[in-house]
């Protein structure tokens, strides 16, 4: 019998491929979280959810850019978001889902990846974490209010790459950022390096958020 098609694909076929597909990612976790490789984490068409008990952050910068990206079918999306930048970070007790919905036969599929609890945080340096909203309580020290992005001296400088942003624009730096009882959505995260003790991954049938 045929398998079943859906815009172009045939699922029975995509499964296949998403087996090895798991695997690597399983083999790219371990390395994350032994601190071997550099992270980005962002989802084609899609916004993520992190939630964290405490970030911990030294060399703060935060700027307002427009993020851009590429869905699966290849249409072009742009978001406005605050990028936040650390020259290094301590994140304790951190989680981030993303759901993807509407998959054919099995409807939406959550992954979600949790890291840095039993006393042992995440740790990450050159962090940038693209921002569309966030709830915390936040404490900075010796901040900047109202310097220009491209002239920060205390954060990591701006990120570039696909991120569209005025080096001239509206900006605020502190010497170091301390957030608790974070909860943001984000459209991309990146990081020169990027621990993470206590690595668990689960992907699931349904909708699975972190808050």
């Known amino acids: 019998m045929e398998s079943q098609v859906r815009g172009g694909t045939r699922w029975k076929r995509f499964a296949v491929v998403m087996v090895p597909s798991v695997a690597a ?9 032994q601190g071997a490789l550099a992270a980005s984490f962002s989802v084609s068409g899609q ?27 290849g249409s072009k999306t742009a978001h406005p978001v605050a990028v936040s930048g650390f020259k290094s970070a301590e994140i304790t007790n951190m ?6 919905p509407n998959i054919p ?6 992954l979600t990846l949790t890291a840095g609890g039993s006393g042992t945080p995440v740790e990450a340096d050159n962090l940038y974490i693209d921002v569309s909203d966030l709830g ?13 992005a491209g002239n920060s001296t205390k954060g990591p ?14 900006a605020q730096e502190a010497d170091s950022a301390t957030l608790t009882h974070v909860q943001q959505t984000a459209w991309a995260t990146t990081a020169g390096t990027f621990k993470l003790s206590g690595l668990k991954m689960s992907v699931k049938t349904g909708t699975h958020e972190c808050y």
């Open 47 to 73: 916004s993520f959810k992190v939630t964290a008990d405490k970030l911990q952050g030294t060399g703060f910068v935060q700027y307002g850019a427009i993020d851009s990206g590429y869905n699966l079918d």
């Open 105 to 110: 036969l099995l409807g939406s599929v959550s």
């Open 95 to 100: 989680c981030q889902s993303v759901v993807t």
């Open 25 to 33: 990612t399983a083999c790219i976790g371990v390395a994350l979280a």
């Open 136 to 148: 915390a309580d936040a404490t900075f020290n010796n901040i900047n209010i109202g310097v220009a």
């Open 157 to 170: 400088g701006m990120k570039g790459g696909s991120e569209a942003a005025n080096p001239y624009g509206f």
